[in-house]
């Protein structure tokens, strides 16, 4: 049995999220204007870039945006469910996560709703936030990844998250990772991988990329070294938002 994988969920639910809110809910503005908008890459649309980041996003715990999130996922698989068995009869969920397949895709993609211009990465694994777009702090963040996604319908998830290495320093900060662990295990999160390494370290990293040849991080589900990337997942993983507590 092999599962199909989904790639880019959050991406497409924050696009239709912006939809929503930009044209229909707070009509700020009409859809046409967010069509030329996103032909033009955001050329000469600003304005309307800044409105499309700065909607509301998957990863802050706001309950009518996950509750959106989650129906999104659910919707995807009734209509794979639909389809019906495999060919060995059996129903075969989704897994849902990206490992590089996120940065290959985007770089085929235009611009999109969310603010993301043409040809930037998608979203990493699948229930993280979109980078830039959680602002409520690590325990919105962990909620809104483990409810993104009923587990019995997926195979498989990926939720990524990003500190700095002070976050993590001696026993305490030992015992802050464990509690977050449980924490998300215990809203229903299945999968969750950490980076411990700071956005400018990995700056440094991409520039001087002679001097940390040994640097590894964890991609979406699976572990690299950070200077052998294709330059496009480095730059996702740079933006990632980074957490100091």
Avoid: W
């Avoid at 699948?126 to 993104?148: C, F, N, Q």
């Avoid at 299945?190 to 411990?196: E, G, R, T």
């Avoid at 991409?206 to 496009?232: C, H, I, M």
Wanted: aromatic share 10%.
């Amino acid at each position: 049995q092999v599962n199909p994988i989904m790639t880019a969920g959050v991406d497409a639910a924050n696009a239709l999220l912006a939809i929503k809110h930009l044209v229909f809910d707070t009509k700020k503005i009409t859809m046409d204007q967010l069509l030329e908008a996103l032909k033009a890459n955001f050329e000469g649309y600003e304005d309307i870039r800044k409105m499309c980041f700065e909607a509301p996003k998957h990863g802050n715990d706001y309950p009518e945006i996950e509750a959106f999130v989650q129906r999104f996922y659910h919707d995807v698989d009734e209509i794979h469910s639909s389809v019906g068995p495999d060919c060995f009869g059996y129903r075969t969920p989704l897994d849902a996560y990206s490992l590089s397949y996120h940065n290959y895709f985007g770089s085929l993609m235009g611009a999109l709703p969310t603010g993301r211009k043409a040809g930037v990465a998608l979203t990493d694994g699948s229930v993280s936030a979109m980078p830039g777009t959680d602002h409520e702090g690590i325990t919105a963040l962990i909620k809104s990844g483990a409810e993104a996604i009923d587990t019995v319908r997926y195979g498989a998830n990926h939720f990524n998250v990003k500190f700095l290495p002070s976050a993590l320093e001696g026993p305490q900060g030992a015992r802050n990772l464990i509690a977050l662990i449980k924490t998300y295990c215990d809203y229903g999160g299945s999968h969750i991988q950490f980076n411990c390494v700071s956005s400018d370290t990995l700056q440094h990293a991409q520039d001087n990329p002679q001097e940390y040849k040994d640097l590894v991080v964890r991609v979406a589900g699976f572990s690299a070294y950070f200077t052998r990337l294709d330059r496009g997942v480095q730059n996702e993983i740079i933006k990632r938002t980074e957490y100091a507590s």
